[in-house]
DNA sequence: CGCGGACTATGACAGTCGTCATAGTAGACG
DNA sequence: CGTCTACTATGACGACTGTCATAGTCCGCG
């Protein structure tokens, strides 16, 4: 989370991802994110000479890569993997993010879609690509757990929607609820997926 | 839908949630909900002395009785109530919706939680409250199909979080295919839940 | 008629926003 | 040394925002 070493422009983009989780992008201001990245405010319309709008992009952009390099560490730790081992460890992000550090900050690319969508064409595009590029993992380890090739991309679109789901309840709800019970319902049925394919081999 | 002919209040808080749908809270301005509604713009502090969070906040909460409305309607014009046709029927209305009018709008319940649940507590329980209510005739109608009492809420949780998701990600792409493909995979596991105890009486 | 409450109208306020213009510093290179 | 480029600093601008104060209209009731 906190690699907070890299130069003043990606701490930016980072620190501008971490507001627009929070109260979304109109809460996230810019002199807000320079404040927040320890960066003069002069730099942001030499980085960003696309004003807030690029700004905006590359967070969602980043918020689509980490999540991407979480998926694959997930799998990397896992000694058996299997669908429902993996959603159930994305979940788990969540609810002890929320646990350490209260329920502040949602799903950045989740704020932008919402805000944005309708507004801004291309951060509707940046948060579509993000969402493409979490999902690809997600649906190349299914594949490799013996989930047909035609239901891998499906499963992933399911469980990154009921994820992004549960994250909206549990934080209106203040309670990790949401993301235990969808870990919960949702595992028996990924699994039954990978099931008549593995052992068969 | 369009209930035009209500009293100015509630066009307006119909309007502010149409808005709120659109580009979030942040971009529903007071003046633009009394345009829209045809209202004028004194009536607003008239209306509303707590100001916009008690905009926002009814809003909401109409957003969420609306959704459970939905849900009865849905059921009673369903012949053989199912779980699967339930959620397909609460899918679709988001598919039909996208395909009539676009992407423009999302849900209201989410847009409020992204961009308030952090900032303004009232709202946050606002969403909260939308959530349930919306939730609870869902729960109700998976009982009366056979769901085991103890299974009901929880698939109802699922159910929501699976769809709002949809939504975010059908949003971005300007797509419906994730609306389709969640309906597709969560269909069976929501009847396979249902089964076992129909046909047993 | 006259009074009173519900509702409307409108301008002003203080604040914040993103953006820009302008000037300034720092360091590398010739 | 001079100069060029990368980056920083800062104040100002106009366009908003939500809120408020004040005055005005309308209509029913006594």
Redesign the interface.
Known sequence: MTVSERGPRERMVFSAAQLIR??????AGMRDVAAHAGAPRGSLQHYFPGGKEQLVNEAVAWAGRYAADRVARFLAAMPEPSPSGLFSAMAQQWIDEFRAAG????CP???A???????AEST??A??DA?ARWSRPVAEALRDMGVPRE?AG??A??M???????I??A????DV??LT??T???GP?LDGCAAPQEPAR
Chains 1, 2 share one sequence.
């Open positions: 929070r109260g979304g992008v109109a809460a329920f502040a900050g949602g690319v989740a704020a879609t919402v805000d944005c969508a309708e507004a509707r595009t948060a579509a969402f239901r499906s499963l679109t399911l990154i929607s009921a994820l992004e789901g549960a909206l309840i934080r209106s709800e203040r609820r949401a019970t969808v919960r319902e949702l049925l």
